[in-house]
Nanobody, 123 residues
Framework: QVQLVESGGGLVQAGGSLRLSCAASGRTFSNYAMGWFRQGPGNEREFVAA????????YYGNSVEGRFTISRDNAKNTVYLQMNSLKPEDTAVYYC????????????????WGQGTQVTVSS
């Protein structure tokens, strides 16, 4: 399996921006579709965005469409999540995940997960 490590989380005011990164190692990164999920306190894991193996196709959850952008750099084995116009309800632990099914918003379709990075948006 591929190993994943997220970074870039932190505390930001509402309306601000953050960029999350997820570095992959262990297997051929370009063989995997990649996704971002999030889980807030007391909530189930929620789909945020997914990107195809080549990066040519992208898919977003309704709550982030138009504000977040997923991208990947296969030469750097890294996937990114640019988050703009952040809202307090975006506060969560954000996870990146690798899978072979695209498009998918189902956590069980993703085989490898990172440890998560905390994003906190203050009002």
């Amino acid at each position: 399996q591929v190993q994943l490590v997220e970074s870039g989380g932190g505390l930001v005011q509402a309306g601000g921006s953050l960029r999350l990164s997820c570095a992959a190692s262990g297997r051929t990164f370009s063989n995997y579709a990649m996704g971002w999920f999030r889980q807030g306190p007391g909530n189930e894991r929620e789909f945020v965005a997914a990107i195809s193996r080549s990066g040519g196709s992208k898919y977003y959850g309704n709550s982030v469409e138009g504000r977040f952008t997923i991208s990947r750099d296969n030469a750097k084995n890294t996937v990114y999540l640019q988050m703009n116009s952040l809202k307090p309800e975006d506060t969560a632990v954000y996870y990146c995940a690798a899978g072979i099914i695209f498009p998918s918003s189902t956590p069980t379709d993703f085989r490898s997960w990172g440890q998560g990075t905390q994003v906190t948006v203050s009002s």
